[in-house]
Nanobody
Framework: VQLQASGGGLVQAGGSLRLSCAASGSIIGVKAMRWYRQAPGKEREWVAGIIPNGSVNYADSVEGRFSISRDRAKKTVYLQMNTLEPEDTAVYYC?????????WGQGTLVTVSS
C-alpha cells in the first residue's frame, strides 16, 4: 500500500489549493483518514480528519477555511484549502489509520506568500 500526496505549490495569501492523497493497493479496516502538516522548525500537527461514515473534524486553526473529503471509487482523499495564510506554510502529509497499522504519504509542500 502506498499513499501519494500531490497538489502542493506556491500560492499568495488569500488563495486556494486542493491537495490529493491517492491510495494504491487494498486498504482494509480503515478507522480514519487524516491530513497533518509540519511547518519548518515545528512539530507535525493534525489538520483534518474524516471517518468512513463521512464525519469530519478540523483543527481550530483551519476550521471554516479547509475542507476534507474523499472519493471512495478513486481511493482518494482531498483537502481543499481556502483563504490560505502564510502560517499555513508547511509540508502536508496524508495518513490512513487502520485497525492493523498506519500508512503515511510522502508529503507535499505548500508555501503561502504574504
Amino acid at each position: 500500500v502506498q499513499l501519494q500526496a500531490s497538489g502542493g505549490g506556491l500560492v499568495q495569501a488569500g488563495g486556494s489549493l486542493r491537495l490529493s492523497c491517492a491510495a494504491s493497493g487494498s486498504i482494509i479496516g480503515v478507522k480514519a483518514m487524516r491530513w497533518y502538516r509540519q511547518a519548518p522548525g515545528k512539530e507535525r500537527e493534525w489538520v483534518a480528519g474524516i471517518i468512513p461514515n463521512g464525519s469530519v473534524n478540523y483543527a481550530d486553526s483551519v476550521e471554516g477555511r479547509f475542507s476534507i473529503s474523499r472519493d471512495r471509487a478513486k481511493k482518494t482523499v482531498y483537502l481543499q484549502m481556502n483563504t490560505l495564510e502564510p502560517e499555513d506554510t508547511a509540508v502536508y502529509y496524508c495518513n490512513y489509520d487502520t485497525v492493523y497499522t498506519t500508512y503515511w504519504g510522502q508529503g507535499t509542500l505548500v508555501t503561502v506568500s504574504s
